[in-house]
Nanobody
Framework: QVRLVESGGGLVQPGGSLRLSCAAS????????MAWYRQAPGKERELVAR???????NYADSVKGRFTASRDNAKNTVYLQMNSLKPEDTAVYYC?????????WGQGTQVTVSS
């Protein structure tokens, strides 16, 4: 059974930082492509970052230079380091594994950037 559990969200002031974590189980993590998505109120879910099984990353233009995705295969965990946060980064952040026709999603963690 595939399970993804996100953590690390919260309230942060503009310019601040947060690190999200996503712990995976039920998959061969080291061979899996992992991704972070986010969904703001009234908007569609969008891809934020993807990290391949080899650690190759790609990012949405809106977060390039501010966010960094990484993975620890020993801990079956993927991370999203978010720096220089802006109010427009406010959203529910989801972890996803690209496995099967639709992939599998975590439950999400709320990130709110506000003064």
């Amino acid at each position: 059974q595939v399970r993804l559990v996100e953590s690390g969200g919260g309230l942060v002031q503009p310019g601040g930082s947060l690190r999200l974590s996503c712990a995976a189980s039920g998959i061969i993590f080291r061979a899996s492509v992992m991704a972070w998505y986010r969904q703001a109120p009234g908007k569609e879910r969008e891809l934020v970052a993807r990290i391949s099984d080899l650690g190759v990353t790609n990012y949405a233009d809106s977060v390039k230079g501010r966010f960094t995705a990484s993975r620890d295969n020993a801990k079956n965990t993927v991370y999203l380091q978010m720096n220089s946060l802006k109010p427009e980064d406010t959203a529910v952040y989801y972890c996803k594994v690209d496995l099967g026709p639709g992939g599998y999603w975590g439950q999400g963690t709320q990130v709110t950037v506000s003064s």
